[in-house]
């Protein structure tokens, strides 16, 4: 009788199908990040082996962008201190790449990074630098014709999540929503579907 | 006695305080982060007349230039423009919120406690918005006052 409880527990448990991430798409084949030349909010140079050895939430934004990217990384930043606080692992750590990398000195990058937390990355340099690595991923952004320095620069709104080989992995295409992550980053960061 | 109820209806129509024609609420005011020179404003503007109220332009002493702009996400890409104006249809009210219609707030000066926001039509003041910003600034966590 006990046998057959236990096995019965067993096989509803094998036969209870895996946690599928609902927002994130992960890719079948994922690509390694291409070659890029860039500096990173300290002012060391860096290039695409800054993504192996962790998992990165990786976002394209700007520091003079006053809603979607600070609201982002906010939301980023909030998700992965609810996994933190509900004792996940591994936590990825958050990178903010500029695509306004003439106003972005490393200094401005350090400061805005540092405002959602510890340990986050903030990536700038040339404007031909960081399009190495935006057109190898698919990434879109077109600084915006102004008459004064206060240009506007369009910029894909997606998140990428890459993987500690430093190959694209996943993608959170919005909205960004806490939840979403909090319930996805598991299952995506142990390498589910 | 029949009538005493819509009388007394009647009496406290006449009484009642007249709305302000345009009504300000759930106002946040993001203080602009380390090293930056530009913030936004969210809120909800609402209208108690029978007409649209356009708002044109917004001044504030605490900031030099104050713009009216909409985040749009289109096809994957989050794009932001400046808007000529704000209209705030008839009866109705118009949401300035996150990853959509907002007020640009750049270059400021000396930040203190409050920020003010004076909502203009062509040169006519509409509303004046006092914010109170909270102790400790993260974001989200200021609130109106």
């Known amino acids: 009788m006990v046998a057959a409880v236990l096995a019965g527990a067993y096989l509803a448990n094998r036969l209870q199908p895996p946690a599928t991430a609902e927002s994130a798409m992960i890719l079948p084949n994922p690509d390694v990040v291409p070659a890029f030349s860039a500096v990173d909010q300290h002012g060391n140079n860096i290039d695409e082996s800054v993504f192996k050895g962790q998992w990165d939430l990786v976002f394209f934004g700007f520091t003079h962008c006053p809603d979607i990217c600070p609201m982002t990384l906010q939301v980023l930043a909030t998700a992965k201190q609810q996994l933190a606080d509900a004792g996940k692992s591994p936590l ?95 299952i995506v960061l142990a390498g589910g579907s | 006695m029949r009538f005493a109820p819509l009388l007394i209806a009647l009496f406290l129509t006449a009484c009642s305080e007249p709305q302000p024609p345009l009504v300000a609420s759930d106002v946040e005011v993001t203080r602009p982060m380390p090293g930056m020179k530009m913030s936004a404003a969210f809120f909800v503007l609402t209208n108690n007349t029978d007409e649209p109220i356009r708002i044109t332009s917004v001044t504030s002493p605490q900031f030099a230039t104050v713009e009216i702009h909409e985040t749009m996400i289109e096809d994957g890409i989050a794009r932001m423009r400046e808007l000529d104006a704000l209209v705030v249809p008839p009866s109705g009210s118009v949401t300035l919120e996150r990853g959509g219609k907002h007020l640009m ?41």
């Open chain 1, 92 to 186: 990825p750590r958050i990178v903010l790449v500029s695509v306004d990398p003439e106003r972005d000195t490393p200094e401005l990058m350090g400061q805005y990074v540092d405002y959602f937390g510890e340990g986050n990355l903030g990536i700038t340099g040339t404007v031909e630098g960081i399009s190495q690595l935006t057109e190898g991923l698919g990434i879109y952004f077109k600084k915006q014709p102004s008459d004064d320095e206060n240009y506007n620069v369009d910029h894909s709104a997606a998140v990428l999540v890459i993987d500690p080989d430093g190959r694209f992995h996943a993608l959170f295409g919005g909205p960004h929503v806490i939840e979403n992550y909090v319930n996805d980053l598991p």
């Open chain 2, 105 to 145: 707030l750049m270059r400021p000066g000396e930040l203190g406690d409050r920020v003010a926001l004076q909502l203009m039509s062509d040169d006519a003041p509409l509303l004046t918005i006092d914010y109170l910003f909270a102790s400790e600034s993260a974001p989200g966590d200021d609130d109106a006052r």
